[in-house]
C-alpha cells in the first residue's frame, strides 16, 4: 500500500510539473494569399469540408479540443500539427513548384482514396471531419482535375 | 485503504486546479510563424563557393549511385536496407550544388530536388509499399535531373505498364528486374529508352 501512494505521489507531481511546459500554439487566424482556396476555384462544398477535415493539422491555424489545456495531451498535438505541416500545409499551397503541387496532390488522392487521412486518431473526436462516401469521391475528382491542370 | 483515497482526492483536486490554472494561460499565445519547407537550402548556399563542373557531375553521379542501390533493395524486396538507402540517398541529394548552372536550370533542380529529399525521406520511414509508391515519384525526379546533369554512365529507362497505370525507372543494367514488385513480378516490364 505504500509504495502504491508513493507512486500515486510522484505521478501526481509529475503531472503538475509537466503543466508549467506551454506549447506553442498554431493559431495564426488568417488566410494568407498563398492559401490553397484563394489560388484555387474550389467549390464551396468541398471547401468547407477540406477546412473541417484537414486544415488542423495541415495549415497555420487549429482550432484546439478543450484537452489541449492539459499536458501531456498539448505535446502529442503539437507534435502532430509540426508534422502535418511539414508534410503539407494548404496555407502554402501556391508557393510549393508545380512538381511538388503534383506529388502532394497524388499523395492526397491516394491517402484519402484508402482512408488514411483524415486520421482515424483524429476523427474518433471530430466525427465532423469524417468524409461521407459522397463527398470523397467529389473531393477526390476535384484533386485529380487540379493535378492534370498542371500538367 | 483511507489514505489511498484521501492521496486519490488530493489527486483530483489538484488536477482541477491545475486546468483551470492553465485554461487562462492558454489565451495569450499569438501565432506561430510559418514553418519552412526549405531547410536544406542553406547547405546548398553554403557550398556555392566550390563551384565547379567536376564536382557538380561527381555529385549527379553520387544521387544515381546512391539511387541504383535503393532500386537494388526494392528489388530484392528489403525494406530495411531501403529504408537505409532512402536516408542515404537524402545526404546526397542535400549535398547537391546546383551553383553554376542557368538560372533557369537552377531553378528546375532546386525543384527536382525539393521533391526528390521529400520522397526519400518517406522512403527513409515507411513501409514497402510505400516506398514503392515513393520511388515512383522519385524515378520521374532523377530522371529529369539526369535530363539537365547529364551522367558519365550508361542508363537503361525501364517502363512497367502494369504497376499504377504505368510506371518507369532507371537501371544500369539492360536486363529487367522490376523494384515496384520485386520477386513477386521481377520480369514484368521493357527498356523503352537508353540514355547515353
Keep these: 500500500m505504500r509504495v502504491f501512494k508513493i507512486i500515486a505521489w510522484i505521478a501526481l507531481i509529475l503531472f503538475i510539473i509537466i503543466q508549467f511546459f506551454p506549447t506553442e500554439k498554431n493559431e495564426s487566424y488568417t488566410t494568407p494569399d498563398n492559401d490553397f482556396m484563394v489560388v484555387n476555384?474550389?467549390?464551396?462544398?468541398?471547401?468547407?469540408?477540406?477546412?473541417?477535415?484537414?486544415?488542423?493539422?495541415?495549415?497555420?491555424s487549429t482550432s484546439y479540443p478543450w484537452y489541449n489545456k492539459i499536458q501531456p495531451a498539448a505535446w502529442y498535438l503539437e507534435d502532430h500539427v509540426k508534422e502535418g505541416k511539414a508534410e503539407l500545409n494548404f496555407n502554402e499551397w501556391s508557393t510549393y513548384s508545380d512538381r511538388r503541387k503534383d506529388s502532394k496532390l497524388r499523395s492526397i488522392i491516394k491517402q484519402i482514396e484508402s482512408g488514411e487521412m483524415p486520421m482515424d486518431s483524429y476523427t474518433l473526436i471530430h466525427r465532423d471531419a469524417i468524409l461521407s462516401e459522397n463527398i470523397k469521391n467529389s473531393v477526390i475528382s476535384y484533386m485529380r482535375i487540379l493535378k492534370d491542370s498542371l500538367k | 485503504m483511507k489514505t489511498v483515497k484521501r492521496s486519490l482526492g488530493a489527486m483530483a483536486l489538484a488536477a482541477i486546479t491545475l486546468i483551470t490554472v492553465s485554461c487562462n494561460e492558454g489565451k495569450k499565445n499569438e501565432a506561430t510563424a510559418p514553418m519552412s519547407n526549405e531547410m536544406h537550402q542553406d547547405t546548398m548556399d553554403a557550398d556555392k563557393d566550390m563551384a565547379m563542373n567536376d564536382s557538380q557531375d561527381a555529385k549527379a553521379e553520387a544521387i544515381l549511385k546512391d539511387y541504383f542501390n535503393l532500386k537494388d533493395a526494392l528489388v530484392g524486396d528489403d525494406n530495411a536496407k531501403a529504408k537505409g538507402l532512402g536516408n542515404t540517398l537524402v545526404q546526397s541529394l542535400k549535398s547537391f550544388d546546383m551553383s553554376s548552372y542557368a538560372d533557369g536550370k537552377k531553378s528546375e533542380l532546386k525543384d527536382i530536388m525539393e521533391d526528390a529529399i521529400e520522397h526519400a525521406e518517406h522512403i527513409g520511414e515507411s513501409d514497402i509499399k510505400h516506398q514503392r509508391e515513393h520511388f515512383k515519384i522519385l524515378s520521374k525526379d532523377v530522371t529529369d535531373m539526369v535530363a539537365i546533369t547529364g551522367t558519365q554512365m550508361k542508363l537503361y529507362e525501364q517502363y512497367c505498364p502494369m504497376y499504377d497505370g504505368g510506371t518507369a525507372w532507371l537501371s544500369t543494367e539492360k536486363q529487367v528486374l522490376n523494384p515496384y514488385y520485386g520477386s513477386s513480378m521481377l520480369k514484368c516490364g521493357k527498356v523503352q529508352r537508353e540514355i547515353n
Design chain 1, 41 to 60: 476555384n474550389v467549390p464551396s462544398k468541398i471547401e468547407n469540408q477540406l477546412k473541417v477535415s484537414c486544415y488542423d493539422c495541415h495549415s497555420n
